[in-house]
């Protein structure tokens, strides 16, 4: 994961290692190169990663050969400093060479300026490819300046709620059109922790009502280096303002830098599973994350039972502590290991839970085991017993990058990313054989077998790329075509929204990307998408040290060539009443629609007014949806009543919110749509 490295200052540079480029994507010299590739770099961090406030268009750059002409680019690096990321923003020129340059400008976090470095590429004439079978406009909302915001979710209250890296709340009434009002400011979280805390997820628990809030919230000790360990923590916050906090786990592991408690997610079976961050590059301490070695949790999916835990969960396990996630009836365990360091994941309706993965950029080590070996704290102790080999060589200094991987979770399996306390010592595919291998490690003699437990990838992203926010679409928007397709942000080389479809087995069948407004970002990190019209909200971060330019982004469906006639039949509607004051909206699908146009209005005002719908209407309850439902937390007052209509629209026209019934006297439509309330 690239995440949120913060200005770290450094004296004056000591007589140490200078830090220097050691491998680029595109090489020195490459032809050919797409259009819309990106740049990255492997560095030597000998003293620590790169300073993040000296990664600047000025200490990096990008320049086309011809004239010096520099291109306009979004810079970043890595949680453990370890990369160089350089995105242009607009496609590069066809048949045109380029050059990279890092100056001495850029520092690690010591203060020890890099080696110059500069190389060369050609650009072809070809890209990634471009489907333009799906489209949306982006819309930049209006959101406080200066807040970096790590997560997005939509309530049940329909507010769409986004957290602050610093441990705030902002919640944000959604208008029909997707825009968003005024935030409102919750503070529960800070002041509950006295102060800033590094607050990455939030999920709405799944009894949660617009009359009864409960947000879970996952976050640690606000830091960006040399942060200290054992601060990490599950809360639950519920009340109309979330100003009831309550501790559920407490001092999980955290790295030093960026590596901490992740994003949540509700699984199928009402366990609350979220992804813990490794402590290290690639299984061993290393100097760029602060020589904290993993602990028994440290890079791992865990499954808390939250209806198991009576009082807040102490999760230490080393170091004084003493929990077990192994012993019987533990609310909180070890769902499946190995898996490096996961921003967010996904439960999927085909019952599938996806993870989203970040690899290490090279100068990590891995461990070696002991020699003999001999172990019975595994995660797959029950299926194979004890670990006894065989013997795993540790690798100093690996020189090789990881790529980013999407896993699909099995319970119980191990995903690559060696750690010690689990006896788990061998990075992804091992060395077996001396031809190519899935996911090897070169460096590893040849034989090295994978752990005996390792169930290998879904997808591999590449290098570089940092895939974070995943959500599963559940909109109608374009027909369905995107309809159960994963939605992943990626952060760093893509600066875009890759859409993956899992076959009938879960298994992903296809990638895609291009599709027009899904790209462009400024180092995106979190999505959420409204299943009710498809409109998706995107967190981009902006500059990972000063946020500058972070903003919410939104991204409408823009409806494709109008074919056809308007809808001619009438939707049949029904109500129901969920929790104490909420509507909760369903109807017929009309064939020929592509969303539906649903007004409020007062049942009393009807009556009184002898039956005029241009009085009586009241709001738009909902514009151009494309789902065949929708909930109103509007409360009725006592005495009172509300009335619903539907009418199916297309891009020809709408229908009719008439009911087709003889016993009907005139038509509704004139009249509704007098009313200042109407649905445009």
Known sequence: MVLILGTISGGAAAQVAQP????????????????????SADVSAPNGGIDAATLTSQTVYLYRNGDGQLVPSVLNTSGGGDVIVLRPISQLDADTAYTFVVTS???????????????????????GGIDASVAFEKVTLSTPTGKALTCVTIGPDGMLYASVRNGEILRFPIHPDGTLGAAESLMSLRSANGGDRLLIGLRFDPASTAENLVLWASHSFYAFSSAPDWTGKITRLSGPQLETVTDVVIHLPRSTRDHVTNQIDFGPDGALYFAQGSCTAMGAPDSAWGLRPEHLLNAAVLRLDPAAVTAPLDAKTEQ??????YAPGSPLTIYASGVRNSYDLLWHSNGSLYVPTNGSASGGATPASPNPV????????????????????GIGT????????????KPGGYYGHPNPSRCEWVMNGGNPTSGADVAEVTQYPVGTQPDRNWRGAAFDFGQHQSPNGIIESRSGAFGGALLGKILIVRFSGGDDVIVLTPGIDGEIVRSQTGFSGMSGFNNPLDLVEDPSNGFIYVTEYGDQATTAGAQLTLLR???GP???????????LRASRVGTGTARLTWSAVATATGYDVVRGSVEVLRSSEGDFSLATNACAGNELVSTSREDPTVVDAGSGFFYLVRAVNCASTGTYDSGAP??????????????????
């Open 374 to 393: 001999h172990c019975t704290n595994r995660i797959d102790e029950g299926i194979h017993g004890d670990y006894d080999g065989p013997v795993v060589p």
């Open 663 to 680: 016993s009907q006297q005139g038509t509704r439509d004139a009249e509704i749509q007098a009313s200042p309330a109407a649905c445009p």
């Open 20 to 39: 220097a480029v050691t491998l680029t994507r595109p090489a020195d010299a490459e032809a050919n190169v797409k259009r819309d590739a990106f740049v």
């Open 398 to 409: 690996v020189n090789q990058t990881e790529n980013d991987w999407l896993f699909r979770i």
């Open 105 to 127: 400008g850029l520092q690690d976090v010591s203060g020890v300026a890099f080696a110059p470095f500069s190389m060369s590429f050609t650009c072809g004439a070809g890209t």
């Open 562 to 572: 109008c074919t056809g006639a308007a809808p001619s039949s009438i939707p049949e």
């Open 557 to 559: 469906p823009i409806p």
């Open 320 to 325: 004084g502590g003493v929990f077990d996630p």
